[in-house]
């Protein structure tokens, strides 16, 4: 599909983002967060959040750094939960980022938030652990499971920012949920309903999550290893990433500095299993993605995988791209590798990474890897980032429920 000017070769508005925020366990702002990814850090650390006695494996990925305080002015905190309070705190920066401020935006015609997420406002959900761990946590308080309405999320963007003409919503599509944000928020703004799009995902590490997946046996001892050999699972992470989106005339008319365009998006949704992912669906998602975008598959130059390091995952998710990309396979990089599984964060913060490399042309690597398992045949960029010069970026997002989303990132050349 032809890409001139501020529309598509079928009339639609070209859609930039042109703004960025990001916290995770290697780094908080884009600035930082870009830097450590270059670097190839690692941010896995002892589990500290909360009480993890009794658990076989307590690693995982923190936010550190972080003064919710810093970033909440009109909101009381005790009203605003932990993934919440990520979520307000990414999207001031992506804002700053962009150049703007909430009351040019209120100046604008309606806007739209989504933030996706797994979890939602959970902060713990204490009481039920003991019946998810076997053996159960015989020390462990039995406390009320709380929950705040995932809903409250957006909406809490939404007032502390004081915007009253927008549409607020949050996505709980699991781990997907960030790259559906993104994908509603491309189609608010290409189809002309907003002004501009504020999207992402927000989650915090809970100790329900720690329990689910220990049980489910998907924990790494120690790191996470995508597409090794000697993988063992994943690490939980929290954090958020939110992006602002705006049409390309609006962008250039402000002289806004433009990380990539979001060029299209595919969600499916197969409910073949409660947790394992299918190939033919996955194949299927990423093609209405590439459709969606007006591209081949031999145009894609990166792909941000899923990349969660369990065993049946990286190998569907490869399988999946083969019989997309046949023997071309693009080269693949797993950011889960430094900050852990983010949950309804993850492909967001994945679509904050490809801009990135998009803009500043290098690829984030795949961290910690020794040895690549041959069922995961690709060119995962081995624990040091590379300078490339990519111009489209497919981000890949793969959920309980059979739950797929793909966003697909490209350089926006006027």
Known sequence: MARTGDRTGDGRRRVVITGMGVLSSIGNGVEQFAEALR?????????????TEGFPYRRGHQVAGFAPEDWIVHLPL??????????????????????????????????????GTTDGGIPDLDG??????????????????RRVPASQLSVHVARELRLGNVEAMSIATACAAGNYAIGAGLDAVRSGDCAYALVGGADALCRKNLAG?????????????PFDADRDGLLLGEGAG??????????????????????GYGLNCDAH????????????????????AGIKPDDVDLVSAHGTGTKTNDVTEVQAMR??????????????????????????????????????GFIPPTANHRGTDPECAVDCVPNRSVEADIRIVQNTALAFGGNNAVVVLGRHDD
């Open 273 to 292: 299993h409660p947790v394992a992912p299918e190939r033919e669906s996955v194949g299927r998602c990423i093609r209405l993605a590439l459709d969606d």
């Open 78 to 115: 005790e009203e605003v939960g932990p993934a919440a309070r990520f979520a307000i705190a990414a999207t001031r920066m992506a804002l700053a980022d962009a150049g703007l401020s909430p009351v040019e935006l209120q100046e604008r015609r309606r806007g739209f938030i989504a933030v």
């Open 128 to 145: 039920v652990v003991e019946a998810v761990l076997p053996g159960g946590l015989e020390d462990m308080p039995a406390e009320p499971a």
């Open 323 to 360: 019989d997309v990309f046949g023997d071309a396979m693009p080269r693949t990089a797993a950011v889960k590798s430094m900050i852990g599984h983010t949950m309804g964060a993850a492909s967001a913060i994945g679509a904050v990474a490809s801009a990135l490399a998009i803009h500043h």
């Open 242 to 263: 939110m992006l602002v989106l705006e049409d390309a005339e609006s962008a250039r008319a402000r002289g806004a500095r433009v990380y990539a365009e979001v060029m």
């Open 39 to 51: 670097a190839g850090r690692v941010g896995t650390t002892e589990i500290t959040r909360f009480d």
């Open 213 to 225: 997946f220990t049980r489910l046996g998907l924990v790494a001892e120690t790191e996470c290893r």
